[in-house]
């Protein structure tokens, strides 16, 4: 007894980068290993019948099957539950598998949410389509207007959802005034943090109840994985009488109470015992320990992100050829104030601008790019870019193209950690491209003019 | 003001922890959707002495039930409480009169004076926090469901 107690575990606040390397580990009790051991199996022996009961009525934690718990998986859930200052975490195969298990748990037919309007472009379609199909109603609202979230509320409303830098427009979400107004109304927000990660911004601090993550992106961090994680804060009140999905005697689960029985892991319990149960999408081992080897360098990475993000953005904003860069950082930025609140040490590495030339001015850009990877994703250490007029959004006119905030020369970056030097000559190539193919050097407009005009008018000329 | 934290102290639970063999828990239900009854369980199951305090019932989790902490008949090393925190004070009194080594007031029972009495009396107290939960993350299995121990340690762990 004295033994164990001579290593007891003192009260102390460890920092983020000691955490990002040790949280939700100890070195595996039965080899030593000091890496994460890879549990790449679908079940799990029980002692005896007795166990098994107890770990199937959740009185007991013990693992059952792959698709609900997993040990690899768990040390990746509880390192960004830790990260992120929540109760826990449950993670997915992907980023929208994530959010929609999130929803799912707390939503039944004839709720309504409430949603910013500035997502990435797969979750716009998720929210559109698949609430639809859950007979959930849906209000769009602009991000920026604290009086639009507030005016959307019904009486049916069951959540506020937002990104903390908008994909790709950048918009930055005022998370305390969001949550403010979402408690008033005692809702909960649920905030995707793919774009900050939690080095950058932990909702949670500023009050977010639900935080969700592509781990896909900075946090897998290598471009190798699909992966998605849930953390919830622990502290919204279930029993508020909004939620009786939550709350109410479960008949999924043999009438069990999750929020008075598990209190503040109530909802993560739910999470994963139901939702994840039923709708299946769990992460698999191996890909949680490429997410686990990410963790490890994420305040690394991350801060190389952002200073050559900020570098990539300062070239842009002074080019010539390129227009309305989106980067929040950018001191002009509107969102600059919101930045230094929230993401003190940096906007993240994800924006678009306009370049010259409109729809064959983007496309030669990237024709002319050797080093950064034309692709579908961000968040990857390899410089990422993408012309979303003749990919995502290829089937869109120009007219649909501005409705959806994109020009028809919008270029969108993910900048990497590779010599930011290299990354600028490669885009100077490219401008270079664009300049022979449309002759658009000569008429570009210098300064700063909006999305709409600069496109507009190189077009034309 | 009543500050829970002030009873928190992870080192003082790890050795409340390590410390006790025998449990009463006060208010326990024969109910077994309630929270008190998966704590018992829990317990049970890992090793400690459970004695039910709860008027009401006779037997619950298959050990005798006692009307009050003062009529269970062997040394408590433990009193563990499931009340409305109106309660404490008065519970308190019989945890120092027994002789209990510590007092656990689960999330909610808060009670300063009840805190007070057993402090003085020379019981320890650890109040607003799940004696589940606090076994589960430094000696248990928390962590395999994913829930934010806030454990760092690179002290290879034991057999589980
Ligand atoms: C901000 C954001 N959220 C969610 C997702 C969806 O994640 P996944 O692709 O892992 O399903 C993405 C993917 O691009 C994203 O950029």
């Given at each position: 007894?004295?033994?164990?107690?001579?290593?007891?575990e003192?009260?102390?606040?460890?920092?983020?980068?000691?955490?990002?390397?040790?949280?939700?580990?100890?070195?595996?009790p039965?080899?030593?290993?000091?890496?994460?051991?890879?549990?790449?199996?679908?079940?799990?022996?029980?002692?005896?019948?007795?166990?098994?009961?107890?770990?199937?009525?959740?009185?007991?934690?013990?693992?059952?099957?792959?698709?609900?718990?997993?040990?690899?998986?768990?040390?990746?859930?509880?390192?960004?539950?830790?990260?992120?200052?929540?109760?826990?975490?449950?993670?997915?195969?992907?980023?929208i598998?994530?959010?929609?298990?999130?929803?799912?748990?707390?939503?039944?037919?004839?709720?309504?949410?409430?949603?910013?309007?500035?997502?990435?472009?797969?979750?716009?379609?998720?929210?559109?389509?698949?609430?639809?199909?859950?007979?959930?109603?849906?209000?769009?609202?602009?991000?920026?207007?604290?009086?639009?979230?507030?005016?959307?509320?019904?009486?049916?409303?069951?959540?506020f959802?937002?990104?903390?830098?908008?994909?790709?427009?950048?918009?930055?979400?005022?998370?305390?005034?969001?949550?403010?107004?979402?408690?008033?109304?005692?809702?909960?927000?649920?905030?995707?943090?793919?774009?900050a990660?939690?080095?950058?911004?932990?909702?949670?601090?500023?009050?977010?109840?639900?935080?969700?993550?592509?781990?896909?992106?900075?946090?897998?961090?290598?471009?190798?994985?699909?992966?998605?994680?849930?953390?919830e804060?622990?502290?919204?009140?279930?029993?508020?009488?909004?939620?009786?999905?939550?709350?109410?005697?479960?008949?999924?689960?043999?009438?069990?109470?999750?929020?008075?029985?598990?209190?503040?892991?109530?909802?993560?319990?739910?999470?994963?015992?139901?939702?994840?149960?039923?709708?299946?999408?769990?992460?698999?081992?191996?890909?949680?320990?490429?997410?686990?080897?990410?963790?490890?360098?994420?305040?690394?990475?991350?801060?190389?992100?952002?200073?050559?993000?900020?570098?990539?953005?300062?070239?842009?904003?002074?080019?010539?050829?390129?227009?309305?860069?989106?980067?929040?950082?950018?001191?002009?930025?509107?969102?600059?104030?919101?930045?230094?609140?929230?993401?003190?040490?940096?906007?993240?590495?994800?924006?678009?601008?306009?370049?010259?030339?409109?729809?064959?001015?983007?496309?030669?850009?990237?024709?002319?790019?050797t080093?950064?990877?034309?692709?579908?994703?961000?968040?990857?250490?390899?410089?990422?870019?993408?012309?979303?007029?003749?990919?995502?959004?290829?089937?869109?006119?120009?007219?649909?193209?501005?409705?959806?905030g994109?020009?028809?020369?919008?270029?969108?970056?993910?900048?990497?950690?590779?010599?930011?030097?290299?990354?600028?000559?490669?885009?100077?190539?490219?401008?270079?491209?664009?300049?022979?193919?449309?002759?658009?050097?000569?008429?570009?407009?210098?300064?700063?003019?909006?999305?709409?005009?600069?496109?507009?008018?190189?077009?034309?000329? | 003001?009543?500050?829970?934290?002030?009873?928190?102290?992870?080192?003082?639970?790890?050795?409340?922890?390590?410390?006790?063999?025998?449990?009463?828990?006060?208010?326990?239900?024969?109910?077994?959707?309630?929270?008190?009854?998966?704590?018992?369980?829990?317990?049970?199951?890992?090793?400690?002495?459970?004695?039910?305090?709860?008027?009401?019932?006779?037997?619950?989790?298959?050990?005798?039930?006692?009307?009050?902490?003062?009529?269970?008949?062997?040394?408590?090393?433990?009193?563990?409480?499931?009340?409305?925190?109106?309660?404490?004070?008065?519970?308190?009194r019989?945890?120092?009169?027994?002789?209990?080594?510590?007092?656990?007031?689960?999330?909610?029972?808060?009670n300063?004076?009840?805190?007070?009495?057993?402090?003085?009396?020379?019981v320890?107290?650890?109040?607003?926090?799940?004696?589940?939960?606090?076994?589960?993350?430094?000696v248990?299995?928390?962590?395999?469901?994913?829930?934010n121990?806030?454990?760092?340690?690179?002290?290879?762990?034991?057999?589980?």
């Amino acid at each position: 007894m004295t033994d164990k107690l001579s290593r007891a575990e003192q009260a102390r606040e460890f920092g983020f980068e000691t955490r990002q390397l040790h949280a939700g580990q100890r070195p595996d009790p039965n080899t030593g290993a000091r890496a994460v051991p890879i549990f790449q199996t679908t079940s799990y022996v029980f002692e005896d019948p007795e166990s098994a009961a107890a770990y199937f009525n959740l009185q007991e934690y013990g693992n059952t099957y792959s698709r609900i718990m997993n040990p690899t998986v768990a040390v990746f859930e509880e390192r960004v539950a830790n990260l992120e200052g929540g109760a826990g975490a449950v993670a997915f195969a992907s980023g929208i598998a994530a959010q929609a298990a999130a929803l799912f748990t707390l939503l039944q037919p004839g709720d309504h949410v409430v949603s910013s309007s500035a997502l990435y472009g797969g979750t716009v379609n998720q929210l559109k389509h698949l609430l639809r199909k859950m007979s959930v109603e849906l209000t769009w609202v602009d991000p920026d207007d604290p009086g639009a979230w507030r005016e959307a509320v019904r009486p049916n409303t069951k959540a506020f959802f937002g990104e903390t830098i908008g994909n790709p427009s950048g918009n930055v979400l005022d998370i305390e005034t969001v949550a403010a107004i979402a408690h008033e109304h005692e809702l909960p927000l649920i905030v995707d943090n793919t774009f900050a990660t939690p080095y950058l911004c932990r909702p949670i601090e500023w009050g977010a109840d639900i935080v969700i993550h592509s781990a896909t992106k900075f946090i897998g961090g290598h471009g190798t994985s699909i992966g998605g994680v849930v953390v919830e804060a622990g502290t919204f009140d279930w029993s508020n009488g909004r939620f009786p999905v939550v709350a109410d005697a479960s008949p999924a689960y043999h009438g069990l109470r999750f929020h008075e029985t598990f209190g503040m892991y109530g909802y993560l319990m739910k999470l994963r015992a139901e939702t994840l149960r039923d709708l299946g999408g769990a992460l698999s081992p191996f890909n949680a320990f490429l997410f686990l080897q990410g963790l490890e360098t994420l305040s690394l990475r991350m801060d190389r992100h952002v200073e050559n993000a900020r570098a990539v953005a300062a070239f842009l904003d002074s080019h010539e050829l390129a227009s309305n860069v989106t980067y929040p950082g950018l001191p002009g930025n509107k969102y600059r104030p919101l930045v230094d609140k929230y993401l003190p040490r940096g906007a993240g590495a994800v924006f678009s601008f306009d370049c010259a030339g409109g729809r064959a001015g983007g496309q030669g850009l990237i024709g002319g790019l050797t080093l950064w990877s034309h692709l579908a994703n961000v968040g990857d250490a390899k410089s990422l870019v993408i012309h979303p007029a003749s990919t995502t959004h290829r089937q869109l006119g120009d007219e649909e193209l501005r409705a959806a905030g994109v020009g028809p020369g919008t270029v969108r970056l993910s900048v990497g950690t590779e010599s930011v030097e290299d990354l600028i000559w490669d885009l100077e190539q490219g401008f270079a491209r664009v300049a022979a193919t449309t002759g658009a050097a000569s008429d570009a407009p210098s300064g700063a003019p909006s999305a709409a005009k600069g496109g507009e008018k190189v077009e034309t000329a | 003001m009543t500050d829970p934290e002030r009873y928190q102290d992870p080192l003082t639970i790890q050795r409340v922890l390590h410390a006790t063999k025998t449990i009463a828990i006060v208010g326990l239900s024969n109910n077994e959707l309630r929270a008190s009854y998966f704590v018992g369980y829990y317990l049970k199951r890992h090793g400690y002495r459970v004695i039910p305090v709860n008027p009401r019932e006779k037997e619950i989790l298959g050990e005798t039930s006692y009307p009050s902490l003062l009529d269970v008949p062997v040394p408590v090393d433990l009193v563990n409480v499931f009340r409305a925190p109106d309660a404490l004070p008065a519970i308190a009194r019989e945890a120092v009169e027994i002789k209990a080594g510590a007092l656990w007031c689960q999330f909610g029972v808060i009670n300063e004076e009840g805190a007070r009495i057993a402090e003085t009396g020379g019981v320890t107290v650890i109040m607003d926090r799940c004696l589940k939960i606090e076994h589960a993350r430094y000696v248990g299995r928390m962590h395999w469901l994913g829930f934010n121990t806030r454990r760092i340690t690179s002290v290879r762990a034991g057999l589980q």
